[in-house]
């Protein structure tokens, strides 16, 4: 397949909001595709190979503007000031090569297979001589593509496709072009425990649909992991679940999945990133603790005091993970213990369908509680007044909260998924005054005063699964200390773009977008009908969404969140009638 067919399909994208005419185009563009299909998935996803597999391009904007600079013929400030301009260095090249007579800008016609095997070499070198060798291999593609084939490639390059489609919005695609949507959510589910577009796409071109059905958890595969709803009352959760559930004590730490095969350790975030090195001895603890072939183990890193056992707040263990310097001091510093709260593969036998007590049992059986692994704090009860005792019990233990769990024989472990098989219930959802929520930053507005040469607010949003968008929801200004306000645009420059990204919907235009990449944790007084904000719009009042009153950020950023895992539209939709319930 050609290359310039996709940079054409690319600007089609491009220029469209329409969440489905992206999703025809994409159809389109997969239906035409032949043996490079895998190849195609991952560069629309603006990547190589799925994120747990960890290849990155490793290309710093620097070296592309120094290769920019050779092939024009610009100092390298000129083709900087262009960078400062225009926002986008896939821009740049367009106008850099737009500027090349045709001769010379391209000899040979670019094809998928050969932009992605290129882009791998890239992405693979390493060493001495390693800048020259990436540098050749990028202008020899920019030298032999169009301005836009260029501009794409830069922009793969950068992590910066802007295309304006998720993965889910891919996988939609997938199903149209090869299977019926009748199959739609038995995919997505397949997706959830195997993230690999790549995969499913070949899967279904090639008609195995039982296959990807058949997909559960895998070891050294990281599963997307199983969300918990929100209820503001134990007797509204008991009524959910039947009037019995096990209650878990809701830790502060960091989401952490840990595979083990064959004597060997991988480590996953919430998001599915691999942070194995970061986490050295949770590594060498699990391999003491567990005697198994394989499984794959499900629970939260927490931080804690090695002479007293106090429990620490997320923040201290978030300080570990992406670290490369001083770890070992780091985790001599902030050892951690891990609350084990499911299991959801033993030795060659998936246990996602297995119900909630049995994989609780079978995980107890495993090893036995020390300082290193412990399973988390359950209560088994239908009596309110025990929860509530359960509930001040965990406050008091360092805890946010509480999980509850359905216990019916229809408790599975739904991967990616939330639902009312699990329910969490924290301190701050006992009053409709105070709440918690992770929301992401869409835009910015420009400072004033004091504020002059940063940004005066943020524009924050929650996250439509439905349709794949994110809606504003508030705008940010408080709770910022001085070092993080006046670093803010340095924070999100990265993110920052010169338009409206495709999958933001927003009442308000703010002075900058950013593409919805960052979350922050922030603090709400209450969840109020809005004219100007998106979340939720009509859904409570013709011509109206939901904003959060009076919001503050809580100084913890979600590194460990995708945009995507962020707190939900229907959530907030939720919290609002919980809150007038309560009120």
């Not at 009524?239 to 559930?245: D, H, I, N």
């Amino acid at each position: 397949m050609n290359f310039l067919e996709v940079s054409q399909r690319f600007t089609e994208m491009s220029n469209t909001t329409k969440r489905l005419e992206l999703t025809n185009i994409l159809v389109r563009l997969l239906k035409s595709a032949n043996k490079d299909l895998k190849k195609l998935v991952y560069l629309t996803q603006g990547k190589l190979l799925p994120d747990y597999e960890g290849l990155e391009l490793g290309m710093a904007s620097k070296l592309i503007i120094k290769a920019l600079s050779s092939i024009s013929g610009k100092k390298e400030e000129e083709i900087d000031a262009l960078f400062i301009k225009e926002g986008d260095l896939g821009t740049v090249a367009k106008l850099i090569s737009e500027k090349k007579t045709q001769n010379s800008l391209f000899s040979n016609e670019l094809s998928v297979d050969y932009v992605y095997d290129e882009l791998t070499k890239l992405a693979r070198i390493k060493g001495e001589g390693s800048i020259k060798n990436k540098i050749g291999i990028y202008q020899d593609l920019l030298l032999n593509s169009t301005p836009d084939e260029g501009m794409y490639i830069t922009r793969i390059i950068t992590g910066r496709l802007r295309l304006g489609v998720s993965d889910a919005t891919i996988l939609d695609a997938l199903v149209l072009a090869f299977a019926e949507k009748v199959h739609s959510e038995e995919i997505d589910e397949a997706y959830n425990f195997h993230p690999d577009l790549g995969e499913i796409a070949e899967l279904l071109r090639d008609g195995k649909l039982s296959k990807v059905l058949e997909t559960g958890p895998t070891p050294m595969v990281p599963a997307k992991v199983m969300l918990a709803e929100r209820l503001p009352e134990i007797k509204d959760i008991l009524e959910k679940m039947g009037g019995k559930a096990a209650f878990e004590y809701k830790y502060d730490g960091m989401r952490t999945q840990i595979h083990i095969k064959n004597g060997k350790v991988k480590i996953f975030s919430r998001g599915s990133e691999e942070t194995t090195s970061n986490f050295p001895d949770i590594v060498e603890h699990a391999l003491q603790n567990f005697n198994v072939e394989s499984c794959i183990l499900d629970g939260e890193a927490v931080p804690y005091n090695s002479e007293t056992g106090e429990l620490y707040p997320f923040q201290m263990v978030s300080q570990r993970r992406g670290r490369k310097y001083d770890l070992k001091s780091k985790v001599e510093e902030i050892p951690v213990v891990v609350f084990l709260f499911d299991i959801l593969y033993l030795n060659g036998q998936a246990l996602n369908k297995v119900p909630y007590l049995e994989r609780r049992k079978i995980l107890q059986s495993l090893f036995t509680e020390n300082d290193d692994f412990k399973c988390a704090t359950m209560l088994l009860s239908s009596d309110p007044e025990e929860i509530n005792g359960f509930f001040n019990e965990a406050i008091n233990s360092g805890c946010e909260g509480l999980v509850a769990k359905n216990v019916s024989d229809d408790s599975i472990y739904r991967a990616g998924a939330r639902g009312w098989l699990w329910i969490k219930v924290k301190r701050d959802y006992q009053s409709a005054f105070e709440d918690t929520l992770d929301l992401v930053v869409i835009g910015a507005f420009g400072g004033h005063g004091r504020r002059k040469g940063t940004y005066g607010a943020l524009l924050m949003a929650s996250y439509n699964k439905d349709q794949d968008i994110f809606e504003s929801a508030c705008k940010l200004g408080t709770g910022f200390t001085d070092d993080v306000l006046f670093g803010l645009p340095s924070k999100l420059a990265e993110h920052k773009t010169n338009r409206k990204p495709a999958r933001v919907e927003s009442g308000l235009t703010p002075d900058v977008w950013f593409d919805p990449k960052v979350v922050l944790e922030i603090i709400g007084a209450e969840i109020t009908v809005s004219p100007v904000h998106s979340c939720a719009f009509g859904k409570v009042e013709k011509g109206a969404g939901l904003a959060i009153r009076f919001p503050r950020f809580t100084g913890r950023w979600r590194d460990d969140k995708t945009a995507e895992d962020a707190t939900s539209t229907e959530e907030i939709l939720e919290m609002y009638y919980g809150q007038k319930k309560v009120g």
